[in-house]
């Protein structure tokens, strides 16, 4: 199986090159916020970044004016639990309808091992939340790294990829996987905006969620190619 798996990589070696770029890197990224984090040398940077969001005369009030805010508290709700596992059953739902049931195994194990990595390492850092600011939306998991981040990248990157990978068209492709992206980017964004996480916190999440799509992507694509399972729906580009 893993001699296999090697001669799979050697056949693909762009998308492989891509892929293992991004999970090295993401992991490398990661391990170093982490490390700035435990030894608090993200501090001034934290705290210097999140004031820049916030009324120079008053950070309690954000910036901008109070639909601004609610906008936020609307985007940020596009990376919570709810909406996530919402989202991703009613399209797994329909790629079973499609006879696409692998596609939609895989896509909920890629979102449920998602959510499980980012809280054990919730737990594990148990780092508190910003004290510096008022919390314009409610938490109560820990801070580090932040988890609408992590599962936005999770969950939105992967359905890019998947949408992406049915189209023939390469601009139909980068504007599904940079919506994608800016979806997630927009979620992090939002959680510092209402003062409910550290910069280091998303910027964490985005590095650790991205290399946890890019592992499963990889997984993914070995697996349909060697095992030939919904290959019609996918293999048109």
Known sequence: MFQRFIQWLGKHELTTLILIAVIGGGSWGFIELADEVLEGESEDFDRAVLLSMR???DITDPLGPVWLE??????TALGGNAILIFLTLSIAGFLV???????????VCAVASGMLMSSGLKLFFDR?????????SHVYT???PSGHSALSAVTYLTLGALLARVQQRRRLKAYILLQALFITIAVGTSRVYLGVHWPTDVLAGWTIGATWAAICWMIFRWFQ?????DQPALEKN
């Open 97 to 107: 309808l499609m006879k696409q049931k692998w596609v939609a195994l895989f896509l």
């Open 128 to 136: 508190p939340r910003p004290d510096l600011v008022p919390h314009g």
């Open 70 to 75: 609610e906008i936020g508290r609307d985007i």
């Open 142 to 144: 820990r801070s580090f």
């Open 55 to 57: 009324n120079s005369e």
């Open 225 to 229: 190619r060697e095992t030939q399972i």
